[in-house]
């Protein structure tokens, strides 16, 4: 009866240990939502949240810089509600590039895992040498603060490096705070110009992982290039998990899955050392 007993013991010990090891955790979840902006339908809007619900913190790329982008984003928070949990978001002013290439982005997060720390900005010092300067978010979750950097760089065809570049100078710039870089860098994480991160502690989330959509699937490969992906701090943040999702295999036609994105989201699950 004793080993018995010991053994219930030992086994809940382990299973509460599990679980609040499980509960200490924050994922993300980062899409480049394509033109999100009024074009997209309640349909596409309902199919995104559902993609985001079971994440802590949602950042998207490419949202429409004119208002119709302010209100669909408005849109997407009202769906998440309705999705079992209570969210909060925010959007930033459009990026200092030309009209154009200007975009906003934004960031939801479930307020029973996560709150925000003060404002959120978009970064000032090099908004002359990058187009859509990054936007940054402070987080605190689980007691411990840290801040995502939300970015899309332009096109690879552009030299997306030329404004890669400045991201070696941020952790010097924001020396307080656990900058987790997130977003589509239109690169592949082999880049040379993210070798200054990697060697101040900087890891990938995502290593020859393809994020972007082809034109068309050739047979089963839909995937074109390594644009998205999330750096992190190795000192300062615990991997856990990361991964895509094929968002398109779960839609009628590839047709309507590029109208909501040319991209698929990528997630990450870490722990705050």
Known sequence: ?????????????????????????????????????TAKNDAELEFIAKTFKDYDIAVVQEVVAGIGGAQTVAKLHYKLNQTGSKWDYSISDPTSSTAYKSERYAFFWKTSKASRVGNSWLEKKYHLEIDREPYFTTFKAEGKEFTLVNFHAITKASQPETEVKYFKYLPEEYPKLNLIFCGDFNLPESHTVFNPLKSSGYKPALKGQKTSLKITCIEDDCLASEFDNIFYNAAKVKFIKSGVILFYQDIKTFEEARLISDHIPIYFEFSIN
């Open 1 to 37: 009866m004793n080993n018995i007993f010991m053994k219930r013991f030992v086994f809940c010990f382990l299973l509460l240990i599990w679980t609040v090891a499980g509960n200490s955790s924050i994922s993300i979840i980062s899409w480049n939502l394509k033109d999100l902006g």
